[in-house]
């Protein structure tokens, strides 16, 4: 199935990045996944200033889909956004 590109920003310890995590991969859907919490340095840097082009507040997870952005775990707008 043709879907946008996803690129999920997470933490490693978040429940919620892991529900988010775990539902892309149980729906087969290729995604790119930054774990903010474990770079460093400019990495890091450069990866937060990312998150806040698309989420101001840098709340994790921030999931761009296409041109969406869905900030937290929020099935149906992911399903919505995937064509699922």
């Given at each position: 199935m043709d879907h946008p590109p996803?690129?999920?920003?997470?933490?490693?310890t978040c429940g919620h990045c892991r529900s988010a995590r775990n539902f892309l991969d149980a729906n087969g859907i290729e995604y790119i996944c930054i774990e903010v919490d474990l770079t460093s340095g400019e990495e890091r840097k450069n990866v937060l200033d990312e998150v806040r082009g698309f989420n101001p507040n840098c709340s994790f997870?921030?999931?761009v889909i296409g041109d969406k952005v869905i900030v937290g775990f929020k099935e149906p707008e992911i399903r919505e956004a995937l064509g699922l």
């Open positions: 996803v690129k999920l920003y997470a933490l490693s997870p921030t999931l």
